[in-house]
């Protein structure tokens, strides 16, 4: 038996006027996953605990089959392990963003989705001018980096914010708070003199592209310990996506990370190397983990045209290359779902249940219904704990 479970960051969302009352999925072209749904097992998944924060983090924990309340770590450890990043007992690891603000307000928690390359020139000048043995600055994809404190012997008790939350508002009463947070304050303070002057920056200005004028410390945490699945269900398996924060939990569930050439994090990624190191990967492994994150990134803009697209592009490039692959590599089931909401209506993520389908090829059934929330909630099958899905 095979196994690949397709997560569609963030595709699910709330009726929209402008949709005439429908949602993205409800109105994307994806004939692909409507089939699945038709032949497969419908339903919704609680994968945000109740009163847990609603992001991915906490949401592919559950996907993965563990409890997000016994096991959540924070962001940016999941993110760490991604990076080969070692961390001591007493270290603590924060999520860095690249971000714009501007006359105090955060405008862009992406800095215009700056490239990888632009980025790493940028956080390695904070590290050479910040860091040292007690900080440390590493970079990642993107907008999406990391700052470790070394050795925190009096231990830290910081609230933060993540800055997709806090796009078009004033940033300084969502600055981190708490003990330990004005070692934070002043890293961001510094950070933000020195970005303002950067030849990078300047460059992005000329092309009216967002500068990254800042850097937005969150997520923090230090290191889990959590049995792998090979030790739990005897799976062996890979995790292809773009982003650090998957791959760090596709480590510490135990599967190979695969890195594909052209795997952006965003609509222009390589759809289709996914799908090929997938398919390839099960030839000799259990299970493929594929995550796409492009219609969470569609939702945070607030762009409906781009979300339908993203909605589309997973369907026509992912989902259906690899159906037609599957057969060939013998019994199979697929999962496909959404991890959490980000809807377009308020742009950051909400902790509504999401839809799910589960297809096995040696049971097809018969249905009329598609992938959408309403269809997902109709069936009336809805797992409040969404890690017994696995």
């Known amino acids: 038996m095979k196994y690949a479970i397709i997560i569609m960051d963030g595709a699910a969302d709330l009726p929209l006027e402008e949709l005439g009352g429908k949602t993205p999925l409800q109105a994307a072209s994806k004939p692909n996953i409507d089939r699945l749904a038709s032949i497969g097992r419908v339903g919704s998944a609680r994968n945000i605990p109740r009163g847990m924060p609603p992001g991915s983090d906490v949401a592919i924990l559950a996907v993965l089959g563990y409890d997000p309340r016994a096991n959540y770590p924070g962001r940016a450890p999941l993110e760490a392990a991604a990076q080969g990043i070692e961390l001591g007992p007493n270290d603590w690891v924060f999520r860095c963003n690249l971000v714009t603000i501007i006359d105090g307000v955060m405008e862009d928690y992406s800095a215009g989705h700056i490239s990888s390359a632009e980025a790493k020139v940028l956080i390695d000048e904070l590290g050479r001018q910040l860091g040292g043995a007690k900080v440390q600055?590493?970079?990642?994809v993107s907008y999406?980096?990391?700052?470790?404190?070394?050795d925190v012997r009096d231990g830290m008790s910081v609230a933060t914010t993540p800055p997709h939350d806090i796009i078009g508002q004033p940033v300084e009463k969502h600055c981190p708070r708490g003990r330990g947070s004005d070692v934070l304050r002043t890293l961001m303070s510094?950070?933000?003199?020195?970005?303002?002057?950067?030849?990078?920056?300047r460059v992005r200005r000329d092309l009216g592209e967002n500068p990254a004028t800042s850097i937005w410390l969150w997520g923090q945490g230090r290191p889990p310990a959590l049995p792998t699945l090979k030790e739990r269900f005897g799976l062996t398996g890979s995790v292809i996506c773009a982003v650090d924060l998957i791959r760090g939990i596709g480590l510490y569930a135990g599967l190979t990370p695969i890195k594909v050439p052209g795997a952006t994090g965003y609509l222009d990624t390589n759809y289709e190397g996914k799908v090929a190191a997938a398919l390839k990967a099960l030839e000799d492994q259990d299970l493929a983990f594929i995550h796409v994150e492009a219609p969470d990134e569609a939702g945070h803009k607030g762009d409906l045209k781009l979300k339908l697209q993203a909605i589309e592009d997973f369907d026509a490039?992912?989902?259906?290359?690899?159906?037609?692959?599957?057969?060939?590599?013998?019994?199979?089931?697929v999962l496909v779902m959404c991890d959490h909401?980000?809807?377009i209506a308020v742009k950051t993520h909400t902790p509504e249940p999401v839809p799910f389908v589960l297809y096995d090829s040696r049971r097809p059934g018969s249905h009329?219904?598609?992938?959408t929330e309403g269809d997902a909630a109709?069936?009336?099958?809805l797992l409040?704990?969404?890690?017994?899905l696995l």
């Open 137 to 140: 600055f590493f970079a990642g």
């Open 190 to 201: 510094r950070a933000e003199d020195i970005l303002k002057h950067h030849d990078i920056n």
């Open 317 to 333: 490039r992912v989902v259906g290359p690899l159906m037609a692959g599957l057969p060939r590599l013998g019994d199979h089931r």
């Open 384 to 388: 409040e704990q969404a890690a017994e």
């Open 341 to 343: 909401l980000t809807p």
């Open 378 to 381: 109709r069936t009336g099958l």
């Open 368 to 371: 009329n219904r598609a992938y």
């Open 144 to 150: 999406r980096h990391l700052v470790v404190l070394r």
